[in-house]
């Protein structure tokens, strides 16, 4: 299956770049004007009668908390949410503690909900995070901030991260992180694996991607791939992985009873050690820079050293975006790149053809440039058809703050939350939706083809 949907991909990468394979959707609205969507522009096919967020099913606060602990889908909240679209149908409310959310199961509905969002989409604001942020007046970053400012923000860190004139300079840095994980990879197999296997290749990708990032972000390295990791930067990877894990618990308390809780202050401590420690690094930076400029030597450095010297931000306003940023970068990469080396050990002719393509644009010892990376359209398939089936953001979330929106035959207030995902079918190239919950971080799993595999 995977190799077929490769090869389905694969020819549309080699003759149509502009294409991404995602089978486009007609929706069940009609719009009268594209600039201004609300319920009274909205025309609702086949005269079904226009009914609203009171009429939609849905388990309650308990029912879900029995899903979830009962039933033991609180670690597979993924799956909870393919059962509930079964019972519910493509469009139902779930209420989580203070939470009222929408869950949107259809390619048709979802693109209904995007089609009616303001100029400033506003997404779920994560009030956990955002009430640490204001508790010890951090600035908020590109995952907490909001609106007009979110947009700006953004604006300034996109470029340095996404355009590929800029990304191609950080390719000797990610090069050196990749010949060490390799030689980490080796001294684990001739050490603790008989010569044969890594006990914790997950673990250590995960290692991999950490100091990936960090090298980007901060410049520096963290040690990550180290034979014995620093103590600090073990703990710091240890923070990451504590606000992660605490992020959904919180949430279903009452926010007047957080400064109470024992679980808050964890997660404030873990939040501190995530801030002291991008504080430390960008201190060093910024002495780095002013002892050059003292010296009348020019500045050199990339991501982080653009930020401060650009002034486009304030200090607080970098330390609180680089500390997303790298909580962004770590899952992802390692997600990604787990499945794939999953899914070629399943399938050896996958990997062959991929290796004679790496060998034959980079022979021998020769290190990997951004122009090596753009002559592997092969490459480009299999880390495409990886994200298709495991996307490192299969979900998102949405407040519509402007007007009163109409999906399907519903029509909703503002201020309320909807969420949805799109998953990709493990048959096909094309994409089918399902929902997720806003109490997890991401982990997509494509449980019918994890299935199919394991029996």
């Not at 522009?41 to 009914?51: E, P, R, Y």
């Not at 390719?171 to 001294?187: G, L, Q, S, Y």
Request: glycine residues 6%; charged residues 25%.
């Amino acid at each position: 299956m995977f190799s077929r949907s490769l090869l389905q991909i694969g020819l549309r990468v080699c003759t149509h770049e502009n294409r991404n394979g995602i089978k486009r959707v007609t929706p069940t609205l009609t719009y009268i004007s594209d600039r201004r969507r609300d319920a009274s522009t909205t025309i609702v096919g086949d005269n079904n009668k226009q009914k609203t967020m009171d009429d939609l099913d849905g388990p309650s606060f308990l029912r879900s908390l029995y899903w979830l602990f009962g039933k033991g889908y609180f670690q597979t909240t993924h799956q909870m949410q393919i059962e509930h679209s079964k019972i519910y149908g493509p469009l139902w409310k779930s209420k989580y503690g203070p939470l009222v959310i929408v869950n949107v199961a259809s390619a048709e509905l979802i693109e209904q909900v995007l089609r009616q969002e303001g100029r400033h989409p506003t997404r779920m604001d994560m009030p956990h995070w955002r009430s640490y942020r204001e508790l010890r007046n951090h600035a908020y970053g590109p995952l907490t901030e909001m609106g007009a400012q979110w947009q700006r923000i953004r604006s300034i860190l996109n470029p340095r991260m996404l355009k590929p004139k800029h990304v191609s300079a950080y390719t000797n840095a990610i090069n050196d992180v990749v010949t060490d994980f390799i030689e980490k990879v080796a001294w684990l197999r001739e050490t603790k694996g008989e010569g044969v296997m890594v006990n914790d290749l997950a673990g250590e990708l995960y290692k991999f991607a950490f100091e990936g990032i960090c090298s980007v972000l901060f410049e520096t390295r963290m040690g990550c791939l180290n034979e014995e990791v620093p103590e600090e930067t073990q703990k710091f990877i240890f923070s990451v992985g504590e606000m992660f894990r605490l992020s959904p618990i919180i949430v279903l308390f009452p926010k007047s009873t957080w400064p109470y809780l024992p679980v808050w202050k964890h997660f404030v401590a873990v939040w501190d050690h995530l801030f002291k420690v991008a504080e430390e690094q960008v201190r060093q930076k910024m002495e780095e820079i002013q002892e050059r400029i003292s010296l009348g030597q020019p500045v050199q450095g990339e991501y982080l050293t653009h930020l401060i010297v650009s002034e486009q931000m304030s200090v607080t306003e970098i330390l609180g975006s680089i500390t997303e940023l790298l909580l962004a970068g770590v899952d992802t990469t390692s997600n990604t790149v787990s499945w794939s080396l999953y899914h070629m050990a399943l399938e050896p002719e996958i990997q062959e053809k991929l290796y004679q393509e790496v060998i034959s644009v980079c022979p021998g010892d020769k290190v990997p440039t951004s122009d090596d990376i753009a002559r592997m359209p092969w490459l480009k398939t299999v880390v495409r058809e990886t994200l298709r089936m495991y996307p490192v953001v299969p979900g998102n979330a949405r407040i519509n703050v402007e007007n009163e929106i109409v999906v399907g035959d519903h029509i909703f207030p503002k201020n309320l939350i909807k969420h949805y995902e799109i998953r990709a079918d493990p048959a096909g190239a094309t994409v089918k939706p399902i929902t997720r919950t806003l109490l997890v971080p991401a982990t997509p799993i494509n449980l019918q083809f994890i299935n199919r595999t394991v029996q």
